[in-house]
C-alpha cells in the first residue's frame, strides 16, 4: 500500500473549486479531475466522474488495467449524459488523472491535460502526455515555447471526459519504487510554475519538508505566489519502504 496524500485549493483568481481530488487506497485507487462547465457545472462533471470511476473499480473483482479503462468509458458516458440531460449543465466535462496499483505496477489513465510527474532515480520527468492543440498541433507545427505560451489557443483541450462519445484515453503503466515519487496535478500547478521548481519541492528532503503533506502546501503556495490564477491541486504518491509499518502511512481523502 502507497503512503498518499492530496490537497486542493480554489488559488487566488477563481471564487469556486472545480478540480476533484479522491483518494481510495483499500482499492489502491488515486484520481484527480479539473472540470470546466459554467456556473457550478465544472465542479459536478469533476465529482461525478471520480466517484463513477471509483464505484466501477470497487465493484469490480479484478485490479488490472482494463478495468481502469473501462472505469474512465463509464465516467466519460455518465459525464456526457448529464450534461445532455439538463440546460444548465450543457457543455461541461473534465480532465482526469487515474491511477490504480495492479500488483507491483501502476496504472495510468488520463484524459486531458492534467498531469503525472514521476520523480525516482532515474530523474524528473512527464508520464502523462496533454490532450491538448499546443501539444498536439501548436509543436508540431514548430511553434517555439514562448509563441506557444502566448497563443489564442493554449488552453484548448482536444479531449476531456463529458465532451462527446469518443473518447481516446492515455495509458501507461510504470513501478513505482521505494521512495519514488509519483505525482498529479491540474494545470493550475503546472501550467504556472515551471518544472523546475516543482523538482526542487519534490527533492526537498531536509527536517519536515519530506512529509507529503508539507510537499502539497509547498507546491500549492508556490503557483498561488506565481498569481494562483487558477484551481491548483495536487495528489503524490510514495512508494511504499520494503518493510513497511502501520505508521508509515498516511491518507487523506480530499471532497
Same mark, same amino acid.
Not at 479503462?69 to 480532465?95: F, H, I, K, W, Y
Not at 495536487?234 to 519502504?241: H, M, N, T
Given at each position: ?39 457550478? %457545472? @465544472?465542479?459536478? #462533471? ?6 463513477? !470511476?471509483? $464505484? =466501477?473499480? +470497487? ?62 532515480? %532515474? @530523474?524528473?520527468? #512527464? ?6 492543440? !499546443?501539444? $498536439? =498541433?501548436? +509543436? ?116
Amino acid at each position: 500500500m502507497l503512503e498518499a496524500f492530496a490537497l486542493t485549493d480554489v488559488g487566488r483568481v477563481r471564487t469556486n473549486n472545480e478540480d476533484c481530488a479522491l483518494l481510495v487506497p483499500e482499492i489502491g485507487l488515486y484520481l484527480l479531475a479539473d472540470g470546466m462547465g459554467g456556473a457550478r %457545472a @465544472g465542479e459536478m #462533471a469533476s465529482r461525478l466522474a471520480v466517484d463513477t !470511476v471509483a $464505484e =466501477v473499480v +470497487r465493484q469490480s473483482w479484478q485490479r488490472d488495467p482494463q478495468v481502469l479503462l473501462s472505469a474512465v468509458e463509464e465516467a466519460n458516458r455518465r459525464v456526457l449524459e448529464a450534461s445532455n440531460s439538463d440546460p444548465q449543465l450543457e457543455g461541461m466535462g473534465t480532465t482526469l488523472v487515474a491511477v490504480l496499483e495492479t500488483g507491483d505496477d501502476l496504472a495510468i489513465a488520463s484524459v486531458g491535460d492534467s498531469r503525472a510527474y514521476l520523480l525516482d532515480e %532515474a @530523474g524528473f520527468r #512527464a508520464i502523462t502526455e496533454d490532450q491538448t492543440w !499546443v501539444h $498536439e =498541433v501548436g +509543436r508540431p507545427l514548430g511553434l517555439d515555447e514562448e509563441s506557444l505560451r502566448n497563443h489564442p489557443m493554449r488552453h484548448v483541450l482536444t479531449m476531456a471526459i463529458g465532451v462527446g462519445g469518443a473518447l481516446a484515453v492515455h495509458y501507461y503503466m510504470i513501478k513505482l519504487k521505494p521512495s519514488a515519487l509519483l505525482l498529479m496535478c491540474s494545470d493550475g500547478l503546472h501550467g504556472v510554475i515551471e518544472p523546475v521548481v516543482i523538482e526542487n519541492i519534490l527533492r526537498d528532503n531536509s527536517s519536515g519538508h519530506d512529509q507529503l503533506d508539507y510537499k502539497c502546501r509547498t507546491l500549492i503556495e508556490a503557483a498561488k505566489e506565481a498569481g494562483g490564477p487558477d484551481n491548483v491541486t495536487c495528489v503524490l504518491l510514495r512508494g511504499a519502504p520494503a518493510w513497511p509499518s502501520a505508521s508509515d502511512h498516511n491518507y487523506h481523502p480530499v471532497a
